[in-house]
């Protein structure tokens, strides 16, 4: 799986402060995946610059998978989602429902997030929070479905899962035990 790191931050940008979403985000598809980010960058909060490195690393690197983390607030210049709309080709809301759901269960702010997910040609684009522990509880939402889509993006059956859920364990040794 190629995979894609875009941090969205004026700040982060100019280094005024260090990027701490998109290594925390490294982090957690490092020890999920067993891979690498293939690319990782930051761009400040700027619609064409945003579009642009979204549109190259679909179109020329051939991501699988690309995750935007800041932008999605209702800040003036968070347009993580307006650009991320000009990019995409189809619309991949459930995920995006799933992370808004879990995030609503541990606060109210949730339900200012903008986040956008979908597909451009075969790359899957996920919107996440700036927020490094936002980002990776929002990650952690949509991980065991991840492999599972980006089977189904390259054409493939889908029934060969890199990821295993571990819940699975728990709902088999519930079952067992008969709960």
Request: a negative charge; proline letters at 7%.
């Amino acid at each position: 799986m190629r995979i894609g790191i875009l941090t969205i931050s004026d700040r982060a940008s100019q280094g005024v402060y260090e990027d701490q979403s998109g290594p925390a985000l490294r982090e957690m598809i490092g020890k999920h995946f067993d891979e690498d980010v293939d690319l990782t960058h930051i761009v400040p909060d700027n619609f064409g610059e945003i579009k642009g490195a979204l549109m190259k690393w679909c179109d020329d690197a051939h991501l699988d998978l690309i995750l935007t983390t800041g932008g999605t607030g209702f800040a003036p210049r968070d347009v993580t989602p307006e650009a991320t709309r000009a990019v995409i080709e189809r619309d991949a809301p459930g995920l995006a429902q799933a992370m808004l759901a879990a995030s609503l269960q541990k606060t109210p702010y949730a339900m200012l997030s903008r986040m956008v997910t979908g597909i451009r040609g075969h790359t899957l684009i996920v919107n996440l929070p700036g927020s490094p522990t936002a980002a990776c509880e929002n990650l952690a939402v949509i991980l065991p479905a991840l492999p599972h889509a980006i089977e189904l993006l390259r054409g493939a059956p889908g029934e060969n899962h890199l990821y295993e859920n571990p819940l699975d364990e728990e709902i088999r040794k519930r079952d067992m035990a008969g709960e």
